[in-house]
């Protein structure tokens, strides 16, 4: 069964910097997707971006980055400078589509920006 | 022009009663699905739906009745509430592609408390 897992319950970074936020995955299959989506306080789960696993180029929008490492099954998502409503619940997913389609999450990180 | 709404927002009921959240979708899109969010804030499927017939459903008691009347609606019904079903209930819709995972839309919660 395919896992998401994100090691760091919460992270801090001060506004202008920049933060990391990790996430390893398990899967046997070679086709899928991944995702970072953000959940501000309001609880609107929005998409920071997606990655599809058969791109070896890393997926950028804006100020937002991953790093992709399909070998080591590792998703982590780079927040450059870092912005007061950055302050969010961050979770990773794994999807792979087709009939079955569903997101598996991971438990979330915390993100507090510092002014 | 809301994407992906859900009624209500907030559902506060006794223990036994039996409610329903309804979610509605305007994207076009032919699947729909229910998460849950728990107080540990993590998210997992329940149910998902294409073109109204039932794809997935995962481990969840048979209290939990999800109904799709058209591809745009997708309601939950659940009886004889419980302590533990306090949690988000988010409703999501997307557009299957063959071989590829398109973004899930979520709508904005429904916080259910069972008291």
């Known amino acids: 069964a395919q896992t998401v897992t994100q090691s760091q319950p919460e992270m801090s970074v001060q506004e202008a910097e920049t933060v990391t936020l990790s996430c390893t995955y398990d899967t046997s299959e070679s086709d899928y997707y991944l995702f970072w989506y953000k959940q501000p306080p309001s609880r609107q789960m929005i998409l920071v971006i997606r990655q599809e696993a058969y791109k070896q180029q890393n997926a950028t929008e804006n100020r937002f980055s991953v790093n992709f490492q399909k070998a080591a099954k590792s998703f982590s998502l780079k927040i450059s400078d870092s912005q007061l409503g950055d302050a969010a619940m961050y979770f990773c997913?794994?999807?792979?589509?087709?009939?079955?389609?569903?997101?598996?999450f991971g438990t979330g990180t915390l993100l507090a920006v510092q002014p | 022009d809301t994407a992906v709404s859900q009624t209500p927002k907030y559902l506060v009921t006794q223990m036994g009663n039996d409610k329903s959240i309804k979610c509605e979708q305007n994207?076009?899109?032919?699947?729909m699905y229910w998460y849950k969010q728990d107080s540990k804030k993590f998210l997992k499927i329940m149910f998902s739906?294409?073109?109204?017939?039932?794809?997935i459903n995962e481990t969840v008691p048979n209290r939990f009745s999800p109904k799709s009347p058209d591809k745009a609606h997708l309601n939950l019904h659940i009886n004889s509430l419980e302590l533990g079903d306090s949690a988000v209930y988010f409703c999501?819709?997307?557009?299957?592609?063959?071989?590829?995972?398109?973004?899930?839309?979520f709508g904005p919660g429904t916080r259910l408390t069972v008291l």
């Open positions: 997913a794994y999807g792979y589509g087709g009939a079955t389609n569903k997101l598996i």
């Open positions: 739906y294409n073109n109204k017939e039932l794809i």
């Open positions: 994207l076009g899109h032919d699947t």
């Open positions: 999501a819709s997307s557009q299957i592609l063959a071989g590829t995972e398109t973004e899930q839309f």
